[in-house]
Nanobody, 122 residues
Framework: VQLVESGGDWVQPGKSLRLSCTGS????????MGWHRQAPGKVRELVGT???????DYAELVKGRFTISRDNAKNTMFLQMTDLKPEDTAVYYC?????????????????WGQGTQVTVSS
């Protein structure tokens, strides 16, 4: 079972970008998921979270600019980023509370992706 981020790119300030986080493997369900980011020389910070039922919560720095959504049927979460600023430059990571089928059992664990780079500069 793994989560893989995609969609990172270089963009100019003010532009938009959409990241995806897709689960693969023998997944039963994914409950709460989140996006995090880590800029060079800084600690990793929470960007926002989404429940399985679509309830979202965002860090103050991104409220009104970033939107998290998900497609449970595809085990995929999205991060729509608008009005990007140079300070949004970071590696973006996703994580999820993933239930994996193991024989007749479901084992739950916090799974993290490997990250995708977002660079915002002119």
């Amino acid at each position: 079972v793994q989560l893989v981020e995609s969609g990172g790119d270089w963009v100019q300030p003010g532009k938009s970008l959409r990241l995806s986080c897709t689960g693969s493997g023998n997944i039963y369900e994914i409950h709460d998921m989140g996006w995090h980011r880590q800029a060079p020389g800084k600690v990793r910070e929470l960007v926002g979270t989404i429940s399985r039922y679509g309830n979202t919560d965002y860090a103050e720095l991104v409220k009104g600019r970033f939107t998290i959504s998900r497609d449970n049927a595809k085990n995929t979460m999205f991060l729509q980023m608008t009005d990007l600023k140079p300070e949004d430059t970071a590696v973006y990571y996703c994580n999820g509370d993933v239930g994996a089928r193991t024989g007749y059992a479901i084992n739950w664990s916090d799974v993290w992706g490997q990250g995708t780079q977002v660079t915002v500069s002119s």
